[in-house]
């Protein structure tokens, strides 16, 4: 019986060395986050009927007292328009953009900021990490739009959306900086 309980004890204590812990990541600094057109499209209970037509998934930097636009955010470059993964835009429906008609289906949304205008560009390929591997073959839309400085300052990037007749804007705003995205839905 001695031997058959040392036996037992052993046993548990290989096998609980051998187990690993999982190692969750820290939360990140700059949280995902998801915004809608309409605002409140999602499903909250049973009875609701949503009926999403736009959702952006992105990831929310701080400015943390740092220069966004022309230090961090380089003028005449690239950006993911977010942090880590770049940001993706889903159409549930077709829907125009300067003109070009773009199928219900999702992408990347890239930006190239300026002082005073951005180009936003709609791209094709997705799951990227951040800008690096952008391929501008791969762009469906180019839009340049002009910058709107906001008085109060926006401390992490904020996506959201506003109408105007039968024209959905795209609101991207951080810092001092505000664009608006003209969308027809079809």
């Given at each position: 019986?001695?031997?058959f309980?040392?036996?037992?004890?052993?046993?548990?204590?290989v096998?609980?060395?051998?187990?690993?812990?999982?190692?969750?990541?820290p939360?990140?600094?700059s949280?995902?986050?998801?915004?809608?057109?309409?605002?409140?499209?999602?499903?909250?209970?049973?009875?609701d009927?949503?009926?999403?037509?736009?959702?952006?998934t992105?990831s929310?930097?701080?400015?943390?007292?740092?220069?966004?636009?022309?230090?961090?955010?380089?003028?005449?470059?690239?950006?993911?328009?977010?942090?880590?993964?770049?940001?993706?835009?889903?159409?549930y429906?077709p829907?125009?953009?300067?003109?070009?008609?773009?199928?219900?289906?999702?992408?990347?949304?890239?930006a190239?900021?300026?002082?005073?205008?951005?180009?936003?560009?709609i791209?094709k390929?997705?799951?990227?990490?951040?800008?690096?591997?952008?391929?501008?073959?791969?762009?469906?839309?180019?839009?340049?739009?002009?910058?709107?400085?906001?008085s109060?300052?926006?401390e992490?990037?904020?996506?959201?959306?506003?109408?105007?007749?039968?024209?959905?804007?795209?609101v991207?705003?951080?810092?001092?900086t505000?664009?608006?995205?003209?969308?027809?839905?079809?």
């Amino acid at each position: 019986m001695k031997n058959f309980s040392l036996l037992t004890i052993l046993l548990l204590f290989v096998f609980s060395v051998n187990a690993q812990e999982v190692k969750f990541p820290p939360l990140d600094a700059s949280p995902a986050d998801i915004a809608y057109f309409p605002n409140k499209a999602v499903k909250f209970k049973k009875t609701d009927s949503p009926s999403a037509i736009i959702k952006v998934t992105y990831s929310r930097p701080s400015a943390k007292g740092r220069v966004i636009f022309g230090d961090l955010i380089k003028f005449g470059e690239v950006w993911r328009v977010g942090a880590n993964e770049s940001t993706e835009i889903k159409f549930y429906k077709p829907v125009t953009i300067n003109g070009v008609a773009v199928p219900a289906g999702t992408y990347s949304l890239f930006a190239i900021p300026e002082k005073d205008k951005w180009t936003i560009i709609i791209n094709k390929e997705l799951d990227l990490w951040g800008g690096y591997a952008y391929d501008e073959s791969k762009d469906l839309v180019k839009i340049v739009v002009p910058v709107k400085p906001i008085s109060t300052p926006v401390e992490s990037l904020s996506i959201a959306f506003t109408t105007q007749g039968a024209v959905t804007n795209l609101v991207i705003g951080w810092d001092k900086t505000m664009v608006e995205v003209p969308i027809t839905i079809k």
